[in-house]
T-cell receptor, first 113, second 114 residues
Framework: DAGVIQSPRHEVTEMGQEVTLRCKPI?????LFWYRQTMMRGLELLIYFNNNVPIDDSGMPEDRFSAKMPNASFSTLKIQPSEPRDSAVYFC???????????FGDGTRLSIL | TQLLEQSPQFLSIQEGENLTVYCNSSSVFSSLQWYRQEPGEGPVLLVT?????EVKKLKRLTFQFGDARKDSSLHITAAQPGDTGLYLC??????????????FGKGTLLTVNP
């Protein structure tokens, strides 16, 4: 079975540009999570969805960040405008129920110049 | 402020040695998970511990959940080069309704030298 699929794997762009990260969760999973990982702060939860509805976005750092889940098989994380401090690895994860493990994608390595 | 503190942050040992990684918090968790992450990949779940005092074994890895469900340890016996990776602990906290979210420690980067 295919795991969580993220695209692109790498993104390099200049500050001020809009960045869109994409995630396809595992089929049948009804919860989706966006995380950011840096050396300084580790792995941080940004936002998560249950049944396509945002449940907790308290980890979203600023209004420049937004996330959508238009259907059960697709989610986006958008940064507009991007800044160098947004450089990190962004992970998407999905799971079936709250007591089940999360399955992570391989991440998008984002570099903002 | 980091909710979950992991120690040590870095650990480099020789093949065959034993090691213990610690995960500590002042918060009580409904469960605690340990993940292993390799370069260029996402974290992969190793184990979930739920009950205070619970001990789980996965081959040469032994996981323990503290009695008060605030801390955990991972012990590796006779480490192998294949054990090299970033070990992350994550505590599950209730976030409303039937929802739980994970808060992660910064991880322990383990290198096992042949």
């Amino acid at each position: 079975d295919a795991g969580v699929i993220q695209s692109p794997r790498h993104e390099v762009t200049e500050m001020g540009q809009e960045v869109t990260l994409r995630c396809k969760p595992i089929s049948g999973h009804n919860s989706l999570f966006w995380y950011r990982q840096t050396m300084m702060r580790g792995l941080e939860l940004l936002i998560y969805f249950n049944n396509n509805v945002p449940i907790d976005d308290s980890g979203m750092p600023e209004d420049r960040f937004s996330a959508k889940m238009p259907n059960a098989s697709f989610s986006t994380l958008k940064i507009q405008p991007s800044e160098p401090r947004d450089s990190a690895v962004y992970f998407c994860a999905s799971r079936t129920h709250s007591n089940q493990p999360q399955h992570f994608g391989d991440g998008t390595r984002l570099s903002i110049l | 402020t980091q909710l979950l503190e992991q120690s040590p942050q870095f650990l480099s040992i020789q093949e065959g040695e034993n090691l213990t990684v610690y995960c500590n918090s002042s918060s009580v968790f409904s469960s605690l998970q340990w993940y292993r992450q390799e370069p260029g990949e996402g974290p992969v779940l190793l184990v979930t511990v739920v009950t205070g005092g619970e001990v789980k074994k996965l081959k040469r890895l032994t996981f323990q959940f503290g009695d008060a469900r605030k801390d955990s340890s991972l012990h590796i016996t006779a480490a192998q080069p294949g054990d090299t990776g970033l070990y992350l602990c994550a505590g599950a906290l209730w976030s409303g309704g039937s929802n739980y979210k994970l808060t992660f420690g910064k991880g322990t980067l383990l290198t096992v030298n042949p």
